[in-house]
């Protein structure tokens, strides 16, 4: 007993020892900002003196803050972007995923955006937005359509951010729909196609249930990093977009708390944006988990 | 039993762990202030285009190449990421010894204990010699700025001046602006349609008269309006006057009753600029900051004053930048002494002004540089006036936050582009605005406590 203790001990000092960087750096980094900022949005905090504890304040304002109420809407709006990148994705791995000549090129085309910098990307599309010199004007021309000035316009910014974001991500989810289509065992194919199943049915009886766990994985990452948007915005709309049409609520707590000396305000919005994407996270995971017990 | 004292064991590591390291980052600081006399390093932020980045480095290089021992530490950014590194070193209280600062943030720095009270440490500056504007922006007394101690030095005055295209007035016929007498709003239109044309006679417009950005340009017209969005004491938004209105009127009309400018889907700011390099814009206004850019125009340009409205007098902004001392400085005196190098001294300015990237702060080495009328463009002394005369700063900066500022320039979409009238316009934004500035008033009482 006691030896087997003492070794228990041992091991367990060194097991601690090793998981003690990840943990420090969590605390140090992680829940130490985390709590100062839970304690910064009670009060009105400018980001350079002192706190004063204001209690709920700073949340009853921003409930009836308009600005806040856009910002909210064009990040959710903006995650229309994730349904239609889901579906592409899976279309284009199905594709990819056949043996044909010239595959693994269009692969690492597909993944090159997702590699590359969010920054210099941003500009690039900036870029091809132009309304007058802009490629994506230069191409619409060709069919004799006179595009609109995109990133100036507010019925067109929004859409161009979306284009912009699905061709960014596409490559990632069409990777890990292209692993998982890969560990689909190929007997349920032959058995499928002995039974006599047209493509459709194989796809919806067999593909689909066998990929939906890294659907769920996409769905979710994606709304996490969707409530979060911010860089793309930052450079390609600086302003926040003509009338404020494509500010997202990162982009707005940036400019409360380092343009306008509003940091506790702004952590406040940044506790409910992490509420909110708490709950939603929970919610998806608990849906989750019914379906998948609804399938057995 | 065992595993609580892991766990605790697991803790106290922790806790020993944490000590260590802050020890460690603490190191620094005590080795400076076990020195009797001051560290020899300092840091300096700041930020810029790549061209005055390396006007900038090889300044400060001179610098310690003046000061043997002393190390510069450089950090730069780019332009719209410096305001955000700026103020997250201020919250990780780690500010750099030397670094920009917009005057606007000046009350909030100073009420907040960032910026250092430099007045005993440039004592020796001539100041007569300074642009006064320039100074005084940064000095402040605890209730009002322009009085009181020197918080910063000027990095730069910035004189927004109107620049015309000299061949476009030669080749249609048209006698060039008086450098002196500013247009009436009326001749600017007429002289504006005059030069909007088709040259080609392909039915699309190859020149326009103007394209302005509304961010930069709308200060012009509303003051020599005599309208402002700010009353005297600076805590009544007054973008409800007529005058204001009749001056945003204008400067929407350029655009859909006049047509002197390129479509309001065409005018993003990039697009104005790039037509008047390419020689496709009658007027466009010109910084000091351009200079360097402006130098390979394919045309050659000259400085008007801007048209003038209903008080006959033309008007525009001066923009300036400080580069102030951090107050948690280890070692003040050198910093300051940096300051000064970089903004009040020959050697800095001259190497400054030969790259291009300013106008000289000093006056006598301003006035020289703007007699010599062979270099582009030669009425230079029109920014000199500005900076002296007429110029004046950004409403936003006379508040300790400029939110309700930008609220205008947020919504103004549907008035440029004549579905709203700017009389409504101001009427309903007003209120708004004036709320906000409400809260930045509130906030700057509760930071002086």
Redesign the interface.
């Given at each position: 007993m006691k030896t087997k203790?003492n070794l228990?001990?041992k091991e367990?000092?060194y097991g601690?020892?090793f998981v003690?960087a990840p943990?420090?750096g969590f605390?140090?980094f992680t829940m130490y900002p985390l709590l100062y900022s839970l304690y910064g949005s009670f009060t009105?905090w400018?980001?350079?003196?002192?706190m004063?504890f204001i209690g709920l304040a700073n949340f009853k304002e921003i409930f009836a803050d308009e600005q806040f109420h856009k910002a909210g809407f064009n990040t959710i709006f903006m995650m229309i972007g994730i349904p239609i990148e889901i579906i592409l994705a899976l279309l284009l791995a199905l594709g990819l995923n056949r043996k044909m000549f010239g595959t693994t090129a269009f692969r690492v085309v597909y993944y090159i955006p997702v590699i590359s910098s969010l920054a210099a990307i941003s500009i690039l599309w900036q870029w091809a937005y132009?309304?007058?010199?802009g490629l994506v004007n230069q191409f619409l021309a060709l069919f004799g359509i006179d595009g609109?000035?995109w990133?100036?316009?507010?019925y067109t910014v929004k859409p161009a951010l979306i284009i912009m974001m699905v061709w960014k991500n596409i490559g990632y989810s069409m990777l890990l729909y292209l692993a998982a289509l890969q560990s689909v065992p190929k007997d349920y194919y032959e058995a499928a196609s002995l039974d006599g199943a047209n493509a459709f049915q194989t796809f919806k009886h067999i593909t689909f249930p066998m990929v939906k766990p890294v659907t769920f994985f996409i769905i979710v990452t994606k709304i996490i990093g969707g409530a979060q948007v911010f860089t793309e915005i930052?450079i390609m709309t600086?302003?926040?977009g003509?009338?404020?049409s494509s500010a997202s609520v990162v982009f707005y707590v940036?400019q409360k708390?380092?343009?306008?000396?509003?940091?506790g305000y702004a952590s406040a919005m940044a506790m409910l944006l992490g509420l909110f994407i708490f709950v939603i996270t929970l919610v998806q995971f608990k849906m989750n988990e019914r379906s998948s017990r609804d399938l057995e | 039993m065992v595993k609580k004292k892991g766990l605790l064991s697991v803790f106290v590591l922790m806790m020993s762990l944490v000590v260590v390291l802050s020890a460690c980052g603490g190191k620094d600081n005590e080795g400076a202030q076990g020195n009797k006399t001051e560290s020899q390093e300092i840091s300096f932020m700041f930020r810029g285009a790549p061209e005055e980045q390396k006007a900038y480095e090889a300044t400060v290089k001179k610098f310690e190449a003046d000061n043997p021992g002393v190390k510069v530490k450089i950090i730069t950014t780019t332009g719209d990421q410096y305001a955000t590194k700026l103020k997250a070193a201020i919250t990780g209280k780690s500010v750099p010894d030397v670094f920009y600062f917009d005057p606007g943030d000046l009350r909030a720095y100073v009420n907040g204990g960032v910026l250092k009270d430099i007045t005993e440490y440039v004592k020796d500056v001539n100041f007569d010699n300074i642009w006064q504007y320039g100074v005084d922006i940064y000095r402040y007394d605890g209730d009002n700025v322009g009085q009181g101690s020197i918080y910063g030095l000027l990095k730069d005055v910035g004189p927004f001046a109107l620049g015309f295209n000299k061949n476009m007035f030669e080749a249609a016929g048209i006698p060039l602006p008086d450098k002196d007498k500013p247009y009436t709003w009326d001749e600017f239109i007429k002289v504006n349609q005059q030069l909007t044309k088709d040259n080609d006679g392909d039915g699309k417009i190859d020149q326009y008269g103007t394209g302005f950005n509304i961010n930069w340009a709308l200060q012009s017209f509303v003051w020599s309006n005599g309208g402002d969005w700010l009353d005297e004491t600076n805590t009544k938004v007054t973008i409800d006057d007529p005058k204001f209105a009749e001056a945003l009127q204008y400067f929407a009309d350029m655009q859909n009753v006049y047509k002197i400018t390129p479509s309001i889907e065409d005018a993003a700011t990039l697009d104005t600029y790039q037509r008047w390099m390419k020689g496709e814009l009658a007027f466009f206004p010109v910084g000091p900051w351009d200079l360097a850019t402006y130098e390979t125009l394919p045309f050659d340009y000259d400085l008007i004053p801007y048209p003038a409205g209903s008080t006959g007098k033309s008007a525009t902004f001066v923009g300036s930048l400080g580069i102030g001392v951090s107050n948690s400085s280890k070692s003040p005196e050198l910093a300051a002494k940096l300051v000064t190098y970089l903004t009040a001294s020959p050697e800095g300015q001259q190497q400054l002004v030969d790259a291009k990237v300013q106008i000289p702060n000093l006056i006598d080495m301003a006035e020289t540089w703007a007699a010599n009328t062979e270099t582009k463009p030669a009425n230079k002394k029109e920014f000199l006036d500005i900076v002296q005369d007429y110029g004046k700063p950004m409403p936003n900066t006379l508040t300790y936050n400029g939110e309700w500022y930008q609220l205008f320039f947020t919504d103004i979409q549907p008035v440029l582009d004549g579905k709203t009238t700017a009389a409504d316009y101001v009427k309903s934004q007003q209120p708004k605005m004036q709320a906000l500035l409400d809260k930045a008033i509130e906030q700057e009482a509760k930071s002086k406590k």
């Open positions: 203790s228990y001990r367990s000092y601690y020892l003690l943990v420090l605390l140090l009105d400018d980001g350079l003196g002192r004063d132009n309304g007058d010199y609109p000035n990133l100036t316009n507010k930052n600086s302003t926040g003509p009338e404020y940036w708390a380092f343009g306008n000396l509003q940091m | -």
